[in-house]
């Protein structure tokens, strides 16, 4: 286990409501990434939370946003759900900086929207 | 433009054989890390192997190793002796130093199934 976990595990939606996941970070990491792996696919950047703002974004639109909170956790929301929103969300926390430290990964999120 | 290129969408390999996983990368970025990881359909994503651009040997770890050519910017993973617990997923991934968020860039991943 890498220390990383994530809330809930599944998740089932309607159209339109709007989402909001958990992580709480490894011991010691600062940073919180997340990330959108839809079916056989990568994992997709989203966004990444440092010193509790936004560090950087992938292309993903405003309706999709974070937090991160002073023990590091950090939740993603997402708003307006679409059915193309269903998909595995990851959420990877690792030191800030550090080029040669993997990223250690939660479990996952499974977020379906119907 | 793709960064991470995986060409082997699926792989079947007899237990206990050897088995080597493609990766190709983009970067104009002098510093970067090149990441193995492994994702059983849990669907955790499980760190592998770490090469550092600058690294002037292979890396390893146990089974695992990576076959780095960097003129060629390829990131070769080899699984010696597979077990059948080695089917999963297998994404090559990259970091650069110059993005400044520090993010993880994946590729598609190639499905690796072991037969015993």
């Known amino acids: 286990e890498t220390g990383v976990t994530q809330s809930p595990t599944h998740l089932i939606k309607t159209r339109g409501q709007q989402v909001t996941l958990r992580c709480s970070s490894q011991?010691?990491?600062?940073?919180v990434s997340w990330y959108q792996q839809a079916l056989g696919q990568g994992p997709q950047f989203i966004f990444q939370?440092?010193?509790?703002?936004?560090?950087g974004r992938g292309n993903f639109p405003p309706r999709f946003s974070g937090l991160q909170f002073p023990n590091y956790s950090s939740e993603l929301n997402v708003n307006a759900l679409e059915l193309d929103d269903s998909a595995l969300y990851l959420c990877?926390?690792?030191?800030?900086?550090?080029?040669?430290?993997?990223?250690?990964f939660g479990q996952g999120t499974r977020l379906t929207v119907v | 433009a793709q960064k991470i290129t995986q060409t082997q969408p699926g792989m079947f390999v007899q237990e206990k054989e050897a088995v080597t996983l493609d990766c190709t990368y983009d970067?104009?970025?002098?510093?970067?890390?090149l990441f193995w990881y492994k994702q059983p359909s849990s669907g955790e994503m499980i760190f592998l192997i770490y090469?550092?651009?600058?690294?002037?040997q292979n890396a390893t770890e146990g089974r695992y190793s990576l076959n780095f050519q960097k003129a060629r910017k390829s990131a070769n993973l080899v699984i010696s002796a597979s077990q059948l617990g080695d089917s999963a997923m297998y994404f090559c991934?990259?970091?650069?130093?110059?993005?400044?968020?520090?993010?993880?860039?994946f590729g598609k991943g190639t499905r690796l199934h072991i037969l015993p």
């Open positions: 970067t104009s970025d002098p510093s970067y890390g």
């Open positions: 991934a990259m970091r650069e130093l110059l993005n400044r968020d520090d993010k993880i860039i």
């Open positions: 939370y440092y010193r509790e703002e936004e560090n």
């Open positions: 990877a926390s690792s030191p800030k900086g550090q080029l040669n430290t993997e990223a250690f």
């Open positions: 011991s010691g990491h600062n940073t």
């Open positions: 090469q550092g651009s600058y690294d002037q």
